[in-house]
Nanobody, 121 residues
Framework: QLQASGGGLVQSGGSLRLSCSASGFDFVGATIGWFRQAPGKGREGVAVISGIGGNTYYVDSVKGRFTLYRDNAKKTVYLQMNSLKPEDTAVYYC????????????????WGQGTLVTVSS
């Protein structure tokens, strides 16, 4: 299972750190992705971190602002979000990839409850 947390209300330009806590599977080797869904829009892949090597991948709209990292001892992946914009407002979810890194949501499993991020202008 995966559980996202850390969302909240922040002003434009502010920062938040989201956490994704894992249990019940081999976390060290797992590729974990963060996705978001804004009101009235489809799900969008935001950032992915691979298991072996911890390589990270970001969608263009968050490059340079978001940083993804993992603590294998705590079985947790963190998404540090800086310079937040109103368009970052969404429910954020984390999930485990069925295969390698991808921004395609259909290639992921173990979707938990998301955490709401609201960025005010």
């Amino acid at each position: 299972q995966l559980q996202a947390s850390g969302g909240g209300l922040v002003q434009s330009g502010g920062s938040l750190r989201l956490s994704c806590s894992a249990s019940g599977f081999d976390f060290v080797g797992a590729t974990i992705g963060w996705f978001r869904q804004a009101p009235g829009k489809g799900r969008e892949g935001v950032a992915v971190i691979s298991g072996i090597g911890g390589n990270t991948y970001y969608v263009d709209s968050v490059k340079g602002r978001f940083t993804l990292y993992r603590d294998n001892a705590k079985k947790t992946v963190y998404l540090q979000m800086n310079s937040l914009k109103p368009e970052d407002t969404a429910v954020y979810y984390c999930s485990r990839a069925l295969g390698g890194p991808s921004f395609r949501g259909e290639l992921y499993e173990y979707w938990g409850q998301g955490t709401l991020v609201t960025v005010s202008s």
